[in-house]
């Protein structure tokens, strides 16, 4: 599966709440850069002190992620939000939001946009619980999606990447930072920070009820 076909099959109307902003994709590019937007379309609230990324970052962390997306991989999506970034998901999906209005709400996106056997299934799975703490049940993961920022790497995902895995994350305060976090074949762990960005903080439910 390439780049494109990730991010267009995927209607991305389905997980936000005005349905009149979306995205599609340009046919004829095949970069992260190839989000065309009908209008603006920038990261947006979805209640909750919670936000969908803009189009191009999740053109980013797909791009980023898609060699190890593969049949049969193991996939955390942490800070599952929407729902949007585990529709794109290959393999087993698990979507983790500490909000359960979010997941809720996620359950109902997924089903709408014709995932419904993916959720009776198991294939896909979304759970209300604390993100920074991951979810070492149905793991190791071949791949880690956390879209918010922690404030420090934490030890507790990176230990929950199969070998090989690979997270995308962003890490920091003030300043933001997306890290690539390679774990190899020998549990080897590397990263590689990739560009800035502003994410809201990885959180419990108090600071963001």
């Not at 995927?10 to 005005?18: H, M, S, T």
């Not at 993100?131 to 956390?146: C, E, L, N, S, T």
């Not at 879209?147 to 690979?166: K, N, W």
Request: proline share 7%.
């Amino acid at each position: 599966m390439t780049r494109r076909q990730a991010m267009s099959k995927v209607d991305r109307a389905n997980y936000v709440y005005n349905k009149r902003v979306h995205t599609r994709i340009c046919p004829s590019e095949t970069t992260a850069h190839a989000v065309c937007m009908r209008r603006s379309s920038p990261t947006r609230p979805i209640g909750h002190g919670a936000t969908i990324s803009a189009p191009h970052m999740h053109a980013h962390t797909v791009e980023n992620l898609l060699p190890l997306l593969c049949p049969g991989a193991r996939v955390l999506d942490i800070g599952s939000g929407s729902g949007y970034l585990v529709a794109d998901g290959a393999g087993t999906v698990v979507g983790i939001e500490h909000v359960p209005e979010l997941v809720d709400w996620s359950v109902q996106n997924l089903a709408r946009d014709g995932l419904g056997a993916a959720l009776a299934g198991g294939r896909i799975r979304m759970v209300a619980g604390d993100g920074r703490k991951g979810y070492p049940d149905a793991g190791p993961y071949d791949v880690i999606h956390v879209g918010a920022a922690a404030p420090t790497m934490p030890a507790e995902l990176v230990e929950q990447l199969a070998c090989p895995g690979r997270m995308f994350i962003p890490v920091g305060t003030v300043a933001q930072q997306i890290v690539q976090v390679d774990k190899d074949a020998d549990g080897n762990v590397t990263q590689q920070e990739l560009f800035d960005v502003m994410y809201v903080p990885l959180t419990d439910r108090k600071p963001q009820a």
